[in-house]
Every structure is written in structure tokens, then in C-alpha cells.
Nanobody, 116 residues
């Protein structure tokens, strides 16, 4: 079955960095677009970045452009989100997501808290 498992979240001071990982299994990873979303308390889930399967090109929400880098390693069935210059408003639960044959698959999420 499809599984997405995020890791790497934690507490970091403003201006700090974190790298999130999402390990995927149960499907042909290289064929599918992967996405990072986040959800802050009291807010709707926000798309942070999708990354295509073939070109490994990512597009980013305006709120994270220039600070976040999304990458994937198809040999490890893993996507990454490198987050630099973190701000308190980046505090959220971060999820990876993919859609396969009309089905939506989410990881369990990893908490990122940016606070001094």
C-alpha cells in the first residue's frame, strides 16, 4: 500500500534551517508528482511546492520563494524540503502528498515550530 512518512521537523529559532524528508513506498515513485503542503493552526492547508516527476523542477508558493528548496531522489524514493531563513509564520505541520489513480495520499505530517 502507498505510504508516505515525513521526518525532520522540530523547534528552530527564527533565521534557522531545517530539512524535511518524506520517504515513499508502495508505488512507482519516479512516475508521480510529489507535493509539500503545510497547515498552520487555524488556517487552511497550503501548497508549498509541487515537484514534477520527470524534470525535478519545483515551483514554490510566494511565501517561501528564495528560502525553501524542494528536491527529490528517485533512487531513494524520497523527497526533501530544505527550509532556510525560517520565520515564525512558517510554523505549521508539513505534509507530503501525492495523487495516484484518483486517490489522495498524505503522510502523517511533521511539526515545524519557529520560535525564539
Amino acid at each position: 500500500q502507498v505510504q508516505l512518512v515525513e521526518s525532520g521537523g522540530g523547534l528552530v529559532q527564527p533565521g534557522g534551517s531545517l530539512r524535511l524528508s518524506c520517504a515513499a513506498s508502495g508505488f512507482t515513485f519516479s512516475k508521480y508528482v510529489m507535493n509539500w503542503y503545510r497547515q498552520a493552526p487555524g488556517k487552511e492547508r497550503e501548497l508549498v511546492a509541487p515537484i514534477t516527476s520527470a524534470s525535478v523542477r519545483a515551483t514554490y508558493a510566494d511565501s517561501v520563494k528564495g528560502r525553501f528548496t524542494f528536491s527529490r531522489d528517485n533512487t531513494k524514493n524520497t523527497v526533501y524540503l530544505q527550509m532556510n531563513s525560517l520565520k515564525p509564520e512558517d510554523t505549521a505541520v508539513y505534509y507530503c502528498y501525492t495523487r495516484i489513480s484518483g486517490g489522495d495520499y498524505w503522510g502523517q505530517g511533521t511539526q515545524v515550530t519557529v520560535s525564539s
